[in-house]
């Protein structure tokens, strides 16, 4: 009887599928082209031209007299204030915020994450309104403020609230998706090796945060400059002590100073094309940081 070798049968490997390729028509890539860019152009490049163009028709010499003339400087310095104090705020608090969200669980953090977009959620005239009804003659606080001589509503420091209100969840919300990816791994690390806890935050956590930071900077500053709405609403538009830049424009418009008003908005035009330069910058930067 001959020897039989059974051998045992190889499992055959199925051969990886093709990628499937979809090659669309070059009509169908030019048309979604035009479109993109024409409502690119539509929405945001000619309103932009026609701004600095109605601003620049009357002249040089009209444009600056618009942009230097006292009431102007008032706005423009009383902006820059209000936004040197709220960007600041909002980076202690988002930086507290972000810290205690991502490093801690505590009874009540799910509604600190809501509040933190309460901003996004509510009208910016329903929170000038809120800050009304807090500090006005007639709030809650009003009458305690009027006997200590303390005026917030219709005043700066009305103004700066309201500001740092509507421009709370941008520093929070860069911040988090950073803090809780990076985790508190190299925090404990450099604390059991003796750091005190302003070194850690200095040497490990900020280097680890400083892109989503500085961007979360960036958005919070264009949104102080350019806030309306709430600050509308708590300033009583007093000409030369409480008017932001976009109310003195509003101001400018209404009283048909229509070369006067354009002049002023392009300087706030000016200012989002900054923006959106510095985001692109810091966009670059962190990516080649990240590859580092």
Not at 82 to 99: D, E
Not at 102 to 123: E, H, K, M, N, Y
Not at 194 to 215: C, D, E, H, K, N
């Amino acid at each position: 009887m001959s020897d039989m070798t059974l051998e045992r049968p190889q499992a055959v490997t199925p051969a990886p599928l093709a990628p499937v390729v979809t090659r669309e028509p070059r009509w169908v890539k030019g048309l979604l082209i035009t479109l993109g860019l024409g409502w690119f152009a539509a929405l945001l490049l000619l309103p932009l031209a026609i701004v600095f163009i109605q601003a620049l028709t009357p002249g040089l010499k009209a444009f600056w007299f618009a942009i230097s003339e006292p009431d102007a400087l008032s706005a423009l310095g009383l902006t820059a204030l209000v936004t040197l104090c709220s960007v600041p705020l909002n980076v202690l608090f988002g930086l507290a915020a972000a810290w205690a969200i991502a490093r801690f669980r505590f009874p009540g953090r799910q509604l600190l994450i809501t509040l933190i977009d309460l901003p996004f959620s509510v009208s910016p005239v329903i929170a000038g309104l809120m800050f009304v009804l807090m500090f006005g003659s007639r709030g809650w606080f009003g009458e305690w403020l009027s006997a200590h001589d303390i005026k917030i509503i219709f005043a700066t420091p009305g103004i700066i609230l309201a500001t740092t209100f509507i421009t709370v969840p941008f520093v929070v919300r860069e911040l988090l998706p950073q803090m809780e990816a990076h985790g508190p791994e190299e925090e404990e690390a450099a604390m059991m090796l003796g750091a005190s806890a302003l070194q850690m935050f200095w040497r490990v956590t900020l280097p680890g945060i400083r892109w989503s930071l500085m961007y979360g900077v960036l958005l919070s500053t264009a949104r102080a400059v350019g806030e309306f709405g709430a600050v509308s609403v708590v300033s009583g538009h007093i000409r030369g002590q409480t008017n932001t830049l976009p109310l003195h424009i509003e101001i400018l418009y209404n009283e048909y100073q229509t070369g006067a008003a354009f002049a002023v908005a392009s300087l706030l035009a000016l200012f989002g094309i900054a923006t959106l330069v510095g985001e692109t910058l810091l966009s670059r930067l962190r990516g080649g940081g990240q590859q580092h």
